[in-house]
Protein backbone atom coordinates (compact mmCIF):
# COMPACT_ATOMS: atom_id res chain seq x y z
CA UNK A 1 0.00 0.00 0.00
CA UNK A 2 1.38 3.40 -1.04
CA UNK A 3 2.16 6.10 1.41
CA UNK A 4 1.12 9.27 -0.38
CA UNK A 5 1.86 12.72 0.12
CA UNK A 6 3.07 15.71 -1.69
CA UNK A 7 5.54 18.28 -2.07
CA UNK A 8 5.60 21.62 -2.63
CA UNK A 9 8.81 23.32 -4.02
CA UNK A 10 8.25 27.24 -3.50
CA UNK A 11 11.41 28.19 -5.39
CA UNK A 12 9.41 27.07 -8.50
CA UNK A 13 6.23 28.18 -8.09
CA UNK A 14 5.57 31.59 -10.45
CA UNK A 15 1.89 32.04 -9.32
CA UNK A 16 0.63 31.70 -12.70
CA UNK A 17 -2.21 29.84 -11.09
CA UNK A 18 -2.60 27.08 -13.49
CA UNK A 19 -2.90 24.33 -10.24
CA UNK A 20 -5.88 26.61 -8.99
CA UNK A 21 -7.63 26.35 -12.25
CA UNK A 22 -6.99 22.97 -13.26
CA UNK A 23 -8.11 21.58 -9.82
CA UNK A 24 -11.25 23.77 -9.86
CA UNK A 25 -12.07 22.13 -13.11
CA UNK A 26 -11.41 19.18 -12.37
CA UNK A 27 -13.42 18.53 -9.36
CA UNK A 28 -16.25 21.07 -10.36
CA UNK A 29 -15.62 23.12 -7.39
CA UNK A 30 -17.89 26.14 -7.30
CA UNK A 31 -17.48 29.41 -7.94
CA UNK A 32 -16.01 31.33 -4.73
CA UNK A 33 -14.56 27.92 -3.45
CA UNK A 34 -11.71 26.67 -3.54
CA UNK A 35 -9.65 23.22 -2.85
CA UNK A 36 -5.87 24.81 -2.87
CA UNK A 37 -5.49 28.41 -3.18
CA UNK A 38 -1.82 30.32 -3.68
CA UNK A 39 -1.35 32.54 -1.20
CA UNK A 40 1.65 35.56 -1.40
CA UNK A 41 3.56 35.92 2.06
CA UNK A 42 5.86 39.18 2.43
CA UNK A 43 9.17 38.23 4.90
CA UNK A 44 11.10 40.77 6.75
CA UNK A 45 11.37 44.45 7.64
CA UNK A 46 11.74 47.18 5.03
CA UNK A 47 13.28 48.01 2.72
CA UNK A 48 15.00 44.06 3.05
CA UNK A 49 11.42 42.29 2.23
CA UNK A 50 11.28 39.47 -0.05
CA UNK A 51 7.96 37.22 -1.02
CA UNK A 52 7.39 33.54 -0.72
CA UNK A 53 4.81 32.03 -3.39
CA UNK A 54 3.17 29.18 -1.36
CA UNK A 55 0.43 26.63 -2.44
CA UNK A 56 -1.84 25.81 0.09
CA UNK A 57 -4.30 22.57 0.09
CA UNK A 58 -5.99 19.70 2.65
CA UNK A 59 -2.39 18.41 4.43
CA UNK A 60 -3.98 14.73 5.05
CA UNK A 61 -2.85 14.94 8.10
CA UNK A 62 -1.43 11.64 10.03
CA UNK A 63 -3.55 13.06 13.05
CA UNK A 64 -6.51 14.65 11.51
CA UNK A 65 -9.47 16.68 13.51
CA UNK A 66 -11.15 16.58 11.00
CA UNK A 67 -11.83 13.50 11.10
CA UNK A 68 -11.91 12.86 14.91
CA UNK A 69 -14.37 15.42 15.10
CA UNK A 70 -16.89 14.44 12.34
CA UNK A 71 -19.63 12.61 14.11
CA UNK A 72 -20.95 10.81 10.75
CA UNK A 73 -17.72 8.93 9.90
CA UNK A 74 -18.25 10.54 6.70
CA UNK A 75 -15.01 12.07 6.58
CA UNK A 76 -12.04 9.04 7.26
CA UNK A 77 -8.21 8.53 7.04
CA UNK A 78 -7.75 5.94 4.08
CA UNK A 79 -5.51 2.66 4.48
CA UNK A 80 -2.62 5.12 1.43
CA UNK A 81 -3.09 8.34 3.94
CA UNK A 82 -5.67 10.44 1.86
CA UNK A 83 -8.24 11.84 4.19
CA UNK A 84 -11.71 11.64 1.99
CA UNK A 85 -14.68 11.78 2.62
CA UNK A 86 -18.12 9.46 2.37
CA UNK A 87 -20.53 11.75 0.69
CA UNK A 88 -23.59 10.08 1.68
CA UNK A 89 -23.05 9.99 4.81
CA UNK A 90 -22.19 13.53 5.81
CA UNK A 91 -24.67 15.73 7.18
CA UNK A 92 -22.97 19.47 6.39
CA UNK A 93 -22.59 19.71 10.39
CA UNK A 94 -19.28 21.75 9.77
CA UNK A 95 -17.46 20.29 12.45
CA UNK A 96 -14.41 19.36 10.13
CA UNK A 97 -14.36 22.86 8.83
CA UNK A 98 -14.30 24.49 12.31
CA UNK A 99 -11.75 21.89 13.50
CA UNK A 100 -8.84 22.20 10.56
CA UNK A 101 -6.24 24.56 11.56
CA UNK A 102 -5.43 25.18 7.83
CA UNK A 103 -8.83 26.56 6.61
CA UNK A 104 -8.85 23.50 3.92
CA UNK A 105 -12.28 22.34 4.17
CA UNK A 106 -15.59 24.29 3.18
CA UNK A 107 -19.22 23.12 2.56
CA UNK A 108 -19.91 22.91 -0.90
CA UNK A 109 -22.91 24.75 -1.10
CA UNK A 110 -24.35 23.58 -4.13
CA UNK A 111 -23.75 19.92 -3.17
CA UNK A 112 -24.69 20.00 0.29
CA UNK A 113 -20.96 18.30 1.57
CA UNK A 114 -18.14 18.80 3.29
CA UNK A 115 -15.45 19.07 0.71
CA UNK A 116 -11.62 19.54 0.28
CA UNK A 117 -8.64 18.51 -1.74
CA UNK A 118 -8.62 14.66 -1.94
CA UNK A 119 -5.33 14.39 -3.96
CA UNK A 120 -7.69 13.68 -7.14
CA UNK A 121 -8.21 10.42 -5.81
CA UNK A 122 -10.59 9.64 -9.33
CA UNK A 123 -7.01 10.46 -10.88
CA UNK A 124 -4.88 8.19 -8.49
CA UNK A 125 -7.19 5.18 -9.77
CA UNK A 126 -6.19 5.77 -12.87
CA UNK A 127 -2.64 5.73 -12.63
CA UNK A 128 -2.50 9.78 -12.79
CA UNK A 129 -0.98 12.50 -11.16
CA UNK A 130 -3.54 15.01 -9.03
CA UNK A 131 -4.50 17.79 -11.72
CA UNK A 132 -2.59 20.58 -9.65
CA UNK A 133 0.76 18.59 -10.21
CA UNK A 134 0.00 17.25 -14.18
CA UNK A 135 -0.62 20.92 -15.07
CA UNK A 136 2.13 22.80 -13.28
CA UNK A 137 4.32 24.90 -15.50
CA UNK A 138 7.29 25.16 -12.57
CA UNK A 139 7.37 21.56 -11.39
CA UNK A 140 6.63 23.13 -7.91
CA UNK A 141 4.00 20.71 -7.20
CA UNK A 142 5.47 16.97 -6.28
CA UNK A 143 2.82 13.75 -5.19
CA UNK A 144 3.96 10.49 -4.87
CA UNK A 145 4.43 7.74 -2.46
CA UNK A 146 6.73 8.43 0.68
CA UNK A 147 7.40 4.73 0.85
CA UNK A 148 8.80 4.63 -2.36
CA UNK A 149 13.01 5.29 -2.18
CA UNK A 150 12.86 6.40 -5.98
CA UNK A 151 9.81 8.33 -5.71
CA UNK A 152 10.00 11.81 -6.56
CA UNK A 153 8.53 12.66 -3.40
CA UNK A 154 10.99 10.69 -1.59
CA UNK A 155 14.01 12.37 -3.20
CA UNK A 156 12.77 15.59 -2.93
CA UNK A 157 12.51 15.10 0.68
CA UNK A 158 16.24 13.73 0.73
CA UNK A 159 17.66 16.32 -1.32
CA UNK A 160 15.90 19.47 0.75
CA UNK A 161 15.38 20.66 4.02
CA UNK A 162 11.93 20.97 4.06
CA UNK A 163 8.83 21.75 6.64
CA UNK A 164 5.46 21.29 7.71
CA UNK A 165 2.49 24.15 8.24
CA UNK A 166 1.59 24.49 11.21
CA UNK A 167 4.03 21.83 12.97
CA UNK A 168 2.92 22.74 16.42
CA UNK A 169 -0.95 22.18 15.87
CA UNK A 170 0.18 17.76 16.09
CA UNK A 171 -2.05 17.65 12.97
CA UNK A 172 1.35 15.81 11.41
CA UNK A 173 0.76 16.93 7.64
CA UNK A 174 1.70 15.13 4.63
CA UNK A 175 2.10 18.11 2.88
CA UNK A 176 5.98 19.02 2.70
CA UNK A 177 7.38 22.74 2.19
CA UNK A 178 10.89 23.38 0.70
CA UNK A 179 11.09 26.94 1.37
CA UNK A 180 12.49 29.61 -1.03
CA UNK A 181 14.52 31.88 1.51
CA UNK A 182 14.49 29.39 4.51
CA UNK A 183 13.21 30.22 7.61
CA UNK A 184 12.45 33.81 8.76
CA UNK A 185 15.11 34.74 11.62
FE1 LIG B 1 -8.27 17.52 7.95
FE2 LIG B 1 -7.47 20.03 7.67
FE3 LIG B 1 -5.64 18.09 8.05
FE4 LIG B 1 -6.96 18.26 5.72
S1 LIG B 1 -5.54 19.80 6.57
S2 LIG B 1 -6.61 16.39 6.95
S3 LIG B 1 -8.98 18.98 6.39
S4 LIG B 1 -7.21 18.76 9.52
FE1 LIG C 1 -18.55 15.06 9.02
FE2 LIG C 1 -19.89 16.29 7.05
FE3 LIG C 1 -20.09 17.20 9.56
FE4 LIG C 1 -17.80 17.48 8.17
S1 LIG C 1 -19.77 18.45 7.69
S2 LIG C 1 -18.00 16.81 10.31
S3 LIG C 1 -17.75 15.56 6.99
S4 LIG C 1 -20.79 15.20 8.81
Not at 82 to 88: D, E, G, I, T
Not at 119 to 142: D, M, N, Y
Amino acid sequence: MPKYAMVVDQRRCVACMACVVACKKENEVPPGQFRTRVVELVEGEFPRLRMELRSELCNHCDNPPCVYNCPTGASYKAADGMVLLKKHRCVGCKACVASCPYDARYINEEKGFADKCTFCSQRIAEGKQPACVATCIGKSRIFGDLDDPASAVSAALRDNHHEVLLASAGTKPRVFYIKKFGTPE
